[in-house]
């Protein structure tokens, strides 16, 4: 580990010199619905989908109760109202127009955008390894490897087609994890919910390959408002990667954003999350994305199996619960999260453990950074209910603190109402120790140099869950995010 | 002081800690009786070797609205034996203010005995000065429904804050316990130690918040609840707290729910103790584990006959035989 850090990080590092990377725009003329929200942008959104009827009730149903639904306000956040009628919630460049239907035809602009960003998708269409899916603001600009994972009876898309080829399927599953009106912000992906992944592993099928998404914000004043679901049928397995960058504006947008996951008997899904999104300015806490994500996964047979890992280093604020419902005999429920905040970063993430079924396991393990003036708190719930027999959750949630102007938090919800149930929560705050900085000092290191090597150990628990393509990345950005938090 | 309205009492959505329901627990017809306030005041260097004694005994029908005041002076030191009975339906509502000036040292003992029907709700404020010490121990195994509420300030550098609880219930009792402490000031050390054993359909809450200032660096605070369940309809509901502003401190907590550790039950079997025997063995070892924290041997010895008492009567019923010595049986 420690050697996989040492030289390339430092590197990357002292090149970035602070900066978010990912921040610059593609020039690219795109088409957007008139900006605002009204039914009239849900019937826009809609019909550029060319969407069956039933849809569109749905999304104009979940529009109606949105209106009505009072924002979520228990968080420990602060944020600015939200001017909803100031936004675009869709916007596709021009050149998708008429889907293309392979790489080859897609704007090379688009290509290069995410050669940029790291995802040469060419080469990875060369390359066996990853077969991805990738959203630019409001659509899907292509998806690799789709021939070969049909092989297998993989259907990997995007959500928008998949409403078009697998009609029952969407439309039994959507909204089975969280309904539209679960909350606020999922209400309003309900209503206008752009692209997103689309995944269904059938039963007995190892998915031959890690399937990816990565998310892309470009448009000014624009929501992303993706929507992915995934189902694994009896015995099958998939892991799942997902990753997001934004440029750096002054305004802040809104990221709402619903995944829904399903596992059948014995299945497993492993969902990772590398969340980059733009900050906002370190000093001012100017702009930067509003992430307001519903995650759930529901293990619905026996035996299952959902993995959450999250590596959580951009956005402005980052509202996110990733969950399971654990209602299948012995399933398992396992969430690792590493949430890193610097400059004015404010970060309310946690998760919900639900056991239902008998003899359910769930472990959590959440590392909080807080670095800067930023505010990070750990809220997750584990919830026994009486039929639970034999339930078990584990739980340990650390915080650590860089300098005295942050602040960390941790706010459990411990529910049992079974006798056989055992549960144990623990958690710590505490301060890089001086005796660890000063032998790194006087091993040569800079203070920065020090800071990302004991942050980085501090979070290898978590770490070591990700998939090998992630797991390098996410440390260089645990570097970065760092940056500029001493001195 | 006027006695609150009842037809005005706080829902649970308007507390927002959705855990404990006063409206449905306090009965409508309830009569003021007349509001009683005691005030103990020690004076500089005060230093008592008796302990005072306190008792609020609950009247079926009422409504006691009762205050309670203890100041300590600098360097003063003092023992207070709370305790409280009563009969029949009543509501105590009770406002409990301490002050622990610099280097005074204060023992606070509760044993909450009240009626089965009867409710107590205490909202205690404290606040310390510099080198001061507060020592709080509760023993609750008695109402309907009790919420016990403390707000503690340290104020003053290098104070010492205890609070330390036990909630024996059973029936369709609902104990809460609720805490924030604010460490204000540098160098403080704070211990929160709770334990609950839920019988029957009983209900334990226990939400404790450490609150940690920006100026508050070097502090040490720790939180620890455990409950066990000893039947199927027991809930424990569970919500341990840390706000964090200062970066140089050690706080940290830890909460179990479950029902009691098979590996020790083992170990006591193989040693040849029955199984009721090894079980009651370990469930008082739980409770003894409190009741040491109180530091006075003859109060320790008053509590922990307290607790057998209630142990006695709810282990004699729950004793029947586990899977395992009904497999050995049968294998015979």
């Not at chain 1, 650590?400 to 705050?429: F, M, W």
Request: charge should be negative; aromatic fraction near 8%; glycine fraction near 8%.
């Amino acid at each position: 580990m420690s050697s996989a850090i040492s030289k390339e990080t430092i590197d990357t590092v002292n090149d970035m010199a602070g900066k978010y990377e990912a921040g610059f725009v593609t020039d690219i003329e795109s088409e957007k619905a008139p900006m605002g929200l009204s039914e009239d942008t849900v019937r826009f959104i809609s019909a550029k989908k060319s969407e069956p009827e039933w849809l569109l009730e749905w999304r104009l149903k979940a529009y109606r109760k949105w209106l009505e639904m009072p924002e979520p306000d228990w968080a420990k956040l602060d944020i600015k109202p939200i001017d909803y009628q100031a936004s675009y919630y869709y916007a596709a460049p021009k050149s998708m127009e008429d889907r293309p239907q392979s790489l080859d035809e897609v704007d090379p602009k688009l290509l290069e955008t995410y050669e940029k960003l790291g995802i040469p998708l060419r080469e990875q269409e060369m390359l066996a390894g990853v077969a991805v899916d990738v959203v630019f603001d409001s659509v899907s600009v292509g998806t690799t490897f789709k021939a070969k994972l049909a092989e297998e009876g993989v259907i990997f898309c995007s959500i928008s087609e998949a409403v078009q080829d697998h009609p029952e399927l969407v439309k039994k599953y959507m909204g089975s994890v969280v309904p539209p009106g679960d909350n606020k912000h999922a209400c309003l992906n309900s209503a206008v919910f752009t692209d997103g992944s689309f995944v269904y592993i059938p039963p007995g099928v190892r998915c031959p390959m890690e399937l990816s998404t990565y998310f892309r914000i470009n448009e000014l004043n624009t929501g992303q408002f993706e929507r992915t679901l995934i189902i694994a049928d009896k015995g099958s397995y998939v892991s799942y990667l997902e990753g997001c960058t934004a440029p750096m504006r002054d305004e802040n947008q809104l990221h709402a954003a619903v995944v829904e996951l399903v596992t059948h008997e014995d299945a497993e899904i492993k969902y990772s999350t590398v969340q980059n999104w733009y900050p906002g300015d370190p000093e001012t806490g100017v702009g930067g994305i509003y992430n307001f994500v519903t995650k759930r996964g529901i293990c619905e047979g026996r035996n299952s199996k959902i993995s959450w890992t999250q590596v959580e280093t951009g956005s402005a604020i980052t509202w996110k619960y990733p969950s399971c419902i654990l209602k299948g005999d012995n399933s398992i429920g396992e969430f690792y999260s590493v949430a890193i905040t610097n400059g004015r970063k404010q970060a309310d993430t946690g998760t919900k453990m639900i056991h239902i079924g008998k003899n359910t396991r769930s472990r959590v393990i959440s590392k909080g950074i807080s670095a800067g003036r930023a505010n990070n708190t750990y809220r997750g719930l584990v919830k026994i209910l009486p039929k639970a027999e034999g339930a078990r959750n584990f739980t340990v949630c650390d915080s650590l603190l860089i300098g005295d102007q942050c602040g960390a938090h941790t706010v459990p919800y411990i529910e049992s109402r079974n006798k056989s149930a055992s549960l144990e929560h623990e958690a710590t705050t505490s301060k890089i120790g001086e005796d660890q900085m000063f032998y790194c000092l006087q091993r040569g290191m800079s203070e920065e140099e020090a800071i990302a090597l004991i942050v980085n150990g501090f979070a290898r628990e978590v770490m070591q869950h990700l998939p090998m393509e992630f797991a390098v990345e996410a440390q260089k950005l645990i570097g970065i995010s760092l940056e500029g938090s001493v001195g | 002081m006027k006695a609150l309205k009842l037809d005005n009492l706080p829902t649970p959505k308007v507390e927002e800690w959705k855990y404990t329901n006063l409206p449905r627990a306090i009965s409508a017809d309830l009569v003021d009786a007349p509001v009683q306030e005691i005030t103990i005041h020690k004076t500089r260097g005060q230093i008592c070797g008796q302990a005072e004694d306190i008792l609020f005994t609950g009247e079926a029908g009422a409504l006691h609205s009762l205050r309670l005041k203890i100041i300590l002076e600098e360097g003063a030191q003092l023992t207070v034996l709370e305790r409280h009975d009563g009969s029949g339906a009543y509501w105590k509502n009770m406002v409990t203010e301490i002050e622990v000036g610099a280097h005074a040292r204060l023992n606070h003992i509760r044993l909450v005995e009240d009626s089965g029907e009867g409710v107590n709700t205490n909202m205690v404020h404290i606040t310390q000065g510099a080198d001061s010490l507060y020592n709080g121990f509760t023993l609750n195994i008695g109402g309907k429904l009790t919420r016990h509420e403390i707000h503690a300030e340290i104020q003053g550098q290098n104070a010492e804050l205890h609070l330390n609880g036990l909630n024996l219930l059973a029936g369709q009792q609902h104990g809460d316990t609720t805490i924030l402490i604010e460490h204000q000031a540098p160098h403080s050390q704070s211990n929160q130690f709770y334990r609950s054993l839920l019988d029957d359909n009983a209900r334990g809450v226990f939400q404790g918040k450490v609150h940690v200032h920006q100026i508050a660096q070097k502090t040490d605070a720790y939180q620890l609840s455990n409950a066990i369940l000893l039947s199927q309809g027991a809930e424990m509901d569970t919500k341990p707290e840390l706000e964090i502003y200062a970066d140089d401190v050690k706080c940290s907590h830890g909460a179990t729910t479950g029902q009691l550790d098979e590996e020790p039950l083992f170990y006591l079997r193989s040693r040849g103790l029955s199984e009721k025997a090894a079980r009651q063995l370990l469930i008082e070892a739980f409770v003894d584990d409190v009741v040491e924290k109180i530091g006075d041997e003859e109060l320790e010895a008053r509590v922990s006959k307290m607790c057998r008492q209630w142990l006695g009567g709810v282990l004699s019923i729950h004793h029947k035989g586990s899977k395992d010595t009904k497999f050995l049986k049968e294998n015979k």
